[in-house]
């Protein structure tokens, strides 16, 4: 019975009635957590899927972000608003407060809401979580991932490798030597795709990579900053700087402001998402655009054709970056 | 039969069954156009209210918008968050779309989902869909007015005209006389209060107001670079402008670099809302501080109180804006 179990056989495995598997299925509490255990566990066991009949999910589409604290989250919201605004769907939003993995609490009211789908933002499931989802009939795609999602798992991402290789390029091309990059969290393969990119870049144009030009930090202006200073200060200070993001970029004005040195003119810098305020600072800000609310709208239609019971062509996605040339770089000056 | 109808009375004056009136209730798609505004208006006519049990609402809390453009809805996502976690809830998330009333598709939506309660982000309610969730006993609070949401509308704002006082009267203890104001759009409430109180502190110190210093705009930063644009480019140019946001002021620095004009030497800024965005520019803006963060929480609670069955003490709360000096302010040079 492996692959077609039915819930009648999953709840003569387990020892219960047929009313019991439907509660554990659908999340409810008023099961004792052994019993839950033991079916769940079978449930996996079997490869049980719950059969999607028409009407029986809700019009919602629950959307998990790692963190709500930057404006990134706000292109992504757009472009999944919308998609499902098209579909008549509403969206159920939660944040994992900083985790990369998912909480079983938010799997829990997953089961309880049977939504139509999920999409999760850098934010991961554990297997278990995976195979609940997956006998519930409740499909899901990650976007952007942190880490590896595992080869079975839809995923829509930018090619971030490409993104840090044409911004290196860019700076190399204006003449710049000396170019220090500040990467993203070394566990996201976003950031260490952007840095192999970088370093792929200085390789192929001949210039040796300097691990005293590498630094890390998280996706925030402190990081930026706090990197920003330390590579501005050493003697030898580089002439341009790769961001991990546009954020990162911003904190590393400040450090130059600081330090009385100005952009262009004395610091190129090269941000990374194009967010709206890229082009709002002073001067506007030269960087690798990711589309991110585009991504947002491919990976719902993802979620909205698994749900439609359609497999699609490929389970991974990426999305082009493009340079976007701003008041933010220029060819290092005589003096530097 | 007012104030304390019974399903089955509203039934029976509607002239069908009791089971019908409940598929109206629950936003069930399955009732005709008629039948369901025959018995909307017996609800509303006979003030009929759905008795809250224990349970009966979904661990859903609503949360709309009007647009999802700015930063700004991100500070209250992030409030709402953090009362809703706490709460075991979790947040169904809306947009209408630009408009500042809701949809209808959006209140069916809701009766159907039968909600905690929700969280109105200036967009209003019309009367008729205000009466339709009361019946349905779903609670909701109204967070910064754009209009006059009425009296009986829990609603939580901020010091809007203490904002704009403090903001003009910081300018003029500077020893600016010309100072413009750009204003959020007229028919929002928080722009007239923040005009209001700008035009109090000019003419408590003696300073004429001027209507040629007053544009208007949305509030984005495309509305303050093209007032800025405008003020700036007139032979008798404003050595200060209070703008009607963070994301205007940002624009006003744009037009100011266009031109030639340097802030704070040639030009003081003074912002509204302190989104994380106004210390991360140069120079740091000065801004008026609105605490968006704490007041989605405060609404927040107060619509899961009501839901409890308490009645607040205020229907109106105001949170206090705060004056947060940073670079972008400074004595006018004797050249201005």
């Known amino acids: 019975m492996t692959g077609t179990a039915t819930l009648a ?23 004792a957590p052994a019993t839950r255990e033991r079916v769940e566990e079978l449930l996996r066991a079997h490869g049980y899927r719950r059969r999607r009949g028409t009407g029986h999910a809700a019009p919602l589409l629950e959307l998990v972000f790692h963190e709500l604290e930057s404006p990134w989250a706000m292109e992504v919201i ?37 939504p139509t789908g999920a999409l999760l933002v850098l934010s991961g499931l554990d297997p278990v979580q995976r195979a609940q989802l997956t006998s519930r009939d409740i499909p899901f795609v990650v976007m952007d991932p942190a880490g590896d999602p595992g080869q079975e798992v839809p995923a829509v991402g930018a090619t971030n490798w ?15 030597r000396r170019i220090a990059v500040i990467a993203g969290p070394g566990r996201m393969m976003c950031s260490r795709a952007r840095v192999d990119g970088y370093r792929a870049a200085l390789e192929t144009a001949g210039v040796p990579f300097d691990p005293a030009l590498v630094r890390e930090g998280d996706f925030h ?9 330390e590579l501005l200060r050493a003697p030898d200070r ?26 262009p003119e004395d610091l190129s810098v090269v941000g990374f998402d194009d967010l709206p305020l890229a082009r709002w600072v002073g001067p506007a800000l030269t960087t690798v655009r990711q589309p991110l609310t585009e991504m947002a709208e491919v990976a719902t239609r993802m ?34």
Chains 1, 2 share one sequence.
């Open 303 to 336: 979620v909205l054709d698994l749900a439609r019971g359609n497999r699609p062509n490929t389970l991974r996605v990426e999305l082009a970056t493009t340079l976007v040339v701003r008041g933010s770089t220029a060819a290092p000056s005589a003096r530097s």
């Open 9 to 31: 056989q999953i709840a003569r495995a387990a020892g219960v009635s047929a009313p019991t598997v439907s509660k554990v299925l659908n999340g409810r509490a008023d099961v």
């Open 221 to 229: 202006h402190e990081a930026g900053y706090v990197a920003g200073l």
């Open 78 to 114: 757009r472009g999944v608003e919308n998609v499902v605004r098209e579909e008549g769907l509403s969206v159920v939003l939660s944040e994992s407060s900083g985790r990369l993995s998912i909480g079983q609490s938010w799997v829990d009211g997953v089961l309880a809401r049977r």
């Open 238 to 263: 580089p002439t341009a700087v790769f961001t991990g993001n546009d954020l990162q970029a911003l904190g590393l004005y400040q450090a130059a402001r600081e330090l009385g040195l100005r952009v």
């Open 162 to 176: 490409n993104g840090g290789l044409a911004a290196t390029r860019h700076l190399l091309d204006l003449g710049h």
